[in-house]
């Protein structure tokens, strides 16, 4: 399982640093992605990073903004957001996919083994 944190209310311009903390076992065998989701609209991938971190992909919204980093002897994920404006806000789901190639990473839900319950994240002044 993977479970999300550090959401909530930030003003336009600010920061948050959101977490994903996995109880998986050999947490080095996932990519890792974070998606984000509006209500009517569909999940959207945002950003990835492939199990040994050396990887990472960007949605063209948020590439140089967001940055995505891993921990894997923690178990963690983290996704550092700067610059926030009010059309990020939405539930940020962070989702964990198995795989052999340690240098990939996805952008899509296919294949997801595992998502967490999602956190919101809300931009407004």
Do not use: H
């Not at 003003?11 to 209500?39: E, H, K, N």
């Amino acid at each position: 399982q993977v479970v999300e944190s550090g959401g909530g209310l930030v003003q336009p311009g600010g920061s948050l640093r959101l977490s994903c903390q996995a109880s998986v076992d050999d947490f080095s065998y996932y990519a890792i992605t974070w998606f984000r989701q509006v209500p009517g609209k569909e999940r959207e991938g945002i950003s990835c990073i492939s199990r040994n971190g050396t990887n990472t992909n960007y949605a063209q919204a948020v590439k140089g903004r967001f940055t995505v980093s891993r921990d894997n002897a923690e178990k963690k994920t983290f996704l550092q957001m700067n610059s926030l404006e009010p059309e990020d806000t939405a539930v940020y789901y962070c989702a964990a996919r198995s795989t052999f190639v340690p240098t990939m990473c996805f952008m899509s839900s296919k294949g997801v083994g595992f998502w967490g319950r999602g956190i919101q994240v809300t931009v407004s002044s």
